[in-house]
T-cell receptor, first 113, second 113 residues
């Protein structure tokens, strides 16, 4: 089955530590996205990538970094500079044709130890 | 500063009744709209979409209505079932240098058996 796989499902971060969230898709989508979801709020865009080896900051990129070395993969690193990292992180991908919905993974819940 | 918890709007319906979930979107230049369903601990799942040149679209048990005059979107679910209990998000797609998707905060639907 085609889809988006995020791992791990739960992740704990210690003070001063960087952690990396994995996102892999086999939908052959060019575009990939990372969102942050906080309780009672809409999804906020962290980073997006429209093509391999290229990515752009979203609305809340500070304290995060990404890479896009392969079409299938778009890992997100939450750095120690992100002072409030506790949230539910969602990865999505989409076809770059006109007006296509984004498809989401099942998320990673990040908490602080 | 003090943070204030946000509470999702909640809709409770009896099993078998019809549900109507409403959404106000923000940008008159948005040309594509999507409804997503999110179950607890999972990522958003695509339900139905509509383009700005339409005012109604029907799927299986779901109908989306678009009123561009007042920037309003609604999702109607016929014969609501317990499995429909979830948070429902509307999203608007604004064409910029990329597919900028703006998500609403969501409505929590609770189905009473």
């Amino acid at each position: 089955d085609g889809g988006i796989t995020q791992s791990p499902k739960y992740l704990f971060r210690k003070e001063g530590q960087n952690v990396t969230l994995s996102c892999e898709q086999n939908l052959n989508h060019d575009a990939m996205y990372w969102y942050r979801q906080d309780p009672g709020q809409g999804l906020r865009l962290i980073y997006y990538s429209q093509i391999v080896n290229d990515f752009q900051k979203g609305d809340i990129a500070e304290g995060y970094s990404v890479s896009r070395e392969k079409k299938e993969s778009f890992p997100l690193t939450v750095t120690s500079a992100q002072k409030n990292p506790t949230a539910f992180y969602l990865c999505a991908s989409s076809n770059r044709l006109l007006n296509q919905p984004q498809h989401f993974g099942d998320g990673t819940r990040l908490s602080i130890l | 500063g003090e943070s204030v918890g946000l509470h999702l709007p909640t809709l409770s319906v009896q099993e078998g009744d019809n549900s109507i979930i409403n959404c106000a979107y923000s940008n008159s230049a948005s040309d594509y709209f999507i409804w997503y369903k999110q179950e607890s601990g999972k990522g958003p799942q695509f339900i139905i979409d509509i383009r700005s040149n339409m005012d109604k679209r029907q799927g299986q048990r779901v109908t989306v209505l678009l009123n561009k005059t007042v920037k309003h979107l609604s999702l109607q679910i016929a014969a609501t079932q317990p499995g429909d209990s979830a948070v429902y998000f509307c999203a608007e797609n604004l064409k910029t240098s990329y597919d900028k998707v703006i998500f609403g905060p969501g409505t929590s639907l609770s189905v009473i058996p």
